[in-house]
């Protein structure tokens, strides 16, 4: 059983979540994917790196993420930072010849991301970007239908993730709301996610033309402030896809849809089938067979399990419901075989640059009203 | 009980479904809204034209529409041709100062259904088009959810109407496939369902951008035939709309949705609530209201009944299932009454002429890859 | 065409929606089954008889029943009238040879119901009881289902029919609360719906277990009286039954189930196969197949289309929404039919009385609390 | 930080689920309930307990779980063994006074889970069974609703808990089939965790009838044998049960549903509002409130949050699903709590007994044919 020794960036509730995921990954897998050991972990605040060590396990904590992307036990260096410090902290990693997991989105700029996909490339390491929805059996499930042929030539595809999460006007600014830290606003928190699943499963698109909405424009400076700051990006976005295998798409995102909880929703169109799935049914994937008796054609809901990839690490049994923290756990597995047996994965840096291009194209299609082609850099990757 | 005399121009499936309609308005609602009399009924083939005379109760039969738009013992004629013909037929009944009920769309361009909407102005008669949907109790609840402000500002709307009826390529091609006859493809054929709904909802769309699709490019020419001929329009579209009054919106449809029988499917979302439906679940609307306490909010799945406007005339409770015919009844219904009571009513042409100005920007904004503003004449209806 | 004359007996709700589904007959079926002619409605009151002569069209009215019983241009007796007097219309009717349409349930007695099919016998007539929901299409592809094999052997039936009608206890005592006018509550109201179909489908149930209750126990005597009067029924009850075939089954039924309101809903379960059904999605009737492959197996969602026993005597194409009405008026075709052509029908007076012979029993279960055996005719009808 | 030394008697995948549970309470709600320390480990195979011991982190193992229930180190004994051990381990742990985490159900007999119950009172020790449902945010924010009368009275109770896991006739006979190992069939295995949660939100049953079926009556005796052996217990069951607090309702169980994978339903009606919940849409709650505005009232589809007890020891915001193995871990933190700080605790062997006394009465109801009266201790819990 190989040890791989664990070097976390940010210990905040993502630190928390990926750190509980290399546990259960081991608990559900066995040790065949290696044995996680917590080497130790970083935060800008001293309570939080020290109580982070002790609560999640860690042997040792600093407040210099410099030690920990260079300390020679770490074999894998684990961002789960705000956004903003991606970039950095990941090419520092790199460049120390780590192996490098990185919470989504991989930085803000199609740029720095290209560019750390490349270093990475250069360095051969594992590098990790978690896109966690992508690992979720129901899309493993759906990748299958695709690529077996059960649904014919894809021709469409059309997908929204919704949340109600900052419907309420008196909810204060956040970095959310600021570019310089997000990036954008629904579609890089949101949309990025339904972006990833998109793209593994048709492959890369095109080209796109965007409206974007920031409803609540602005907000209180601070918590109970009366003192209100702009809103920089968007609450509500909607874009008009061409995949570059000639299917087309609707995609949105908002984080101010009234009842949406978490509402990762998308259907895919063949010429001999259709499937849909949304995420607030995690467990259930609808599929429609022309193939079917006329008489007795319908959509079938399909519940999860053994047959559906990654499943049967949870239950032995289908309709048994997997969690969203599963996906996380089916994430940290994925990482600690690429690292222990150089198993392959879906979700590199090249992917996660891909996605980076993607929202790149669709700010810049918001902004001049107009079509623009996403700088894609291979083929279809599905 | 005044006595309305119906004749009818074009005895296919449609003439017949609006004849039972005026027969089941007068069952259902009585005869307060005058009493529909089965005048004349025209038709190109004159075995068509006698046997729906006989069987749908008609006073006699021709050949010649001229004879129908002319007739003095006329009151309302009632055009149910294939689409091609509503311009000519409307026009020359207005201009014999006919009552004119035509079947959606109301032409095939733009320029002609803004003519006919300012000629049925001038002459001062009922100018109905057959846009049922709007007549649907669940759009006038819906309607009364966002008037009511229940909903708060309304920001963004999501439709569709996908069918698969014209998926299995070895349908040949029909008028449907060929422009000069349909004027475009699940655009016209279904999409402007959609937009009738949603003009109705949300009033004008301001503009648009579009990605049409040819899935199937080449049908039989005819039944069973080798030979192949080119489907000139749309089987997937999909667009962006900007909304006069600042919501955003995708809008899509397709005839080639495979599993999709009658999936016309829509979302407004709003400040302080959402609600969302589907005709394929006629008789259930879902809306959601942030005003709920918190830990038991939910999308309220509501069914349609007597408080819900049209409904009680078919059933005196709720949750005893309406059908599609039973718009049709609304329609007819609507009709009679502004007929002999000069009571209002939502489909005129300007508003049928208003989704064909919809309709144009959006083949135009496809055509040429760019934001179109549509025409519209004036302000919001809604 | 042969004429088929109608004398109606009661000038309600239920005589005006016969009479209409006699009208959407001849206007769906066409008049191969024959045309209905309205000869002649009685009432008790005056002023009803002769609005619904006026209204629905007959040629004459009459306050006195044994004169449509007796009229000699009457083909067909149609029974609408309050349950008590079911049985001694329809006796009359038959001993005058007249055919017999009696809105369910038969008679208030397994007696008097038993006593009348056998007298129908006799006759030679067509004796016709008004469950309506045995015609909807979803029973015939059911049907159809289970016939075909595709479930297996039958095993389990649960169903219910729940409605909130009587929930509020501010609703005044009627005769549905009173045992001489409605031989039971829930039970004979709604749940006798149920066991039509129970019956249709699975055929015979042999012995029951009941427990019944009374929520609300006193109503106000008249409306919005402050006295009180007894409910003499069950607002509420719950059966188990084992059938014929071998089936085990839970039936229930209530009046007073919040939120539910046209909630017939049915699982039927067999050794390779299950479906289930509810009224409140009229059209789609959901099934498994434990043939298909393994990673597929879902439930389906079949809309009602033309592939299903009904149905295309109204829409062209799968999805399009049936109503409640609709099943009405696939009864009146099947009773036009059978008179016009002899062609069999289902809900025949033996059919009716096996029902009412089910109920009994299930009532004596209920005061004894003991398991009975119904007191079955014949052997099973599926 | 306490420590909580736990002794496993059973390695098997329950007793796997049971340690995960323990470290996931640990990452999920911190060590405030106390630590859950690995001490020991038994397993009649020298395999299986080596193996455990290593992969789970248990300090020891061994063959004999007397060892276990003697070791002074350990403070929990916890029961995962087969369910005819349950008795006979639980027995010595209590005497040797170890607080006792027993999976479900207590014991094989009435008589044995009452005794345990007794002796657990004596001994003044955690007496904890596994009924790991009632630990369901679901079901503490459906109590909630009861509580708070916003339901008003309850007045009747549906519930099933149905699998197909059983449907397959080539499956072998296992221990599930042979009531000396299983007490039951059906009933015991699924129906039990329906009745703990009904006993939990209803409180005690009074008396029950029973509808018991064998559907496969013969399996193969071992694995691809072609000798058979009989199938001692229910496949499919069906119970009619009235309530201590008045309701009535109907249970069934079956573990022969062709199409249903984790079908754990049921619905509690109430005189203001109803509610009902499937675990296979383990993260909503579907609720109806009388009090709702006429138009706008329907069952509201609550997604599980941070307003619902339980849930926000694992994400922030609502609708991000919870997974069936985190009712496991909200069970483990109860246990954990009630060790180390003496909190009260639903689930002790006197509610885990009188479940067993329900299963008793259900039996005897099934043979005798009768209604049998449920051996009840004291007034209702809920």
Known sequence: MKEIRIGLVGAGWMGKAHTNSFVNALLNFGPESGKPVFEVVSDVSTEAAEQACKQL????????????VQDEKVDIVDIATPNAFHYEVAK???????????????????????????????????????????????????????????????????????QDSLLDPS????????NKYSGSGAL?????????????????????????????????????STELADVENDDLIAILAEYENGAIGTISSSRVAAGRKNYLTYEIQGTEGTVYYSLERMNEVNVYFTSDDSADRGFRTV?????????????????????????????????LSAVSK????TCDFE??????????????SAAQKSWITVKNKGGVIA
Not at 107 to 116: I, N
Not at 171 to 178: A, E, G, Q, Y
């Open 92 to 162: 520092a990693a790199l460049e120390n010849g780590k192996h490098v997991y990185c919470e989504k989105p991989l930085t803000l700029s199609a740029e720095q991301s290209t560019e750390l996909a490349e270093l990475a490339k250069q360095k051969g390491v594992v590098n990790y970007v978690g896109y966690n929805n992508v690992m979720n059996p129901a899309n493993a499930y759906i990748k299958d239908l695709i690529e077996s042929g059960k649904l014919g030539q894809i021709i469409g595809f059309s997908g929204t993730y919704a």
């Open 171 to 178: 909810l204060p600014i956040t970095w959310r709301h600021i």
């Open 188 to 224: 890089g928190d949101l949309g990025s996610h339904l972006l990833s699943v998109s793209q593994f499963l048709l492959g890369n698109i095109e080209s796109v033309n965007t409206l974007a909405k920031t409803v609540i424009k602005k907000r209180p400076a601070s918590p109970g």
């Open 303 to 335: 519940f999860l399990g053994p047959d559906h990839k990654g499943y049967s690490a949870f239950y032995p049994a289908a309709g048994i419901a997997i969690g969203y923290n599963d996906m996380k756990v089916l994430e940290a597995n994925e990482l």
């Open 342 to 345: 150089g198993t392959p994965y």
């Open 57 to 68: 396990g860690y042997s040792r904590w600093t407040t210099d993420w410099q030690e920990v």
């Open 351 to 364: 992917f996660g640059a891909q996605i980076d291009q993607t929202v790149s194209a669709i700010l810049e």
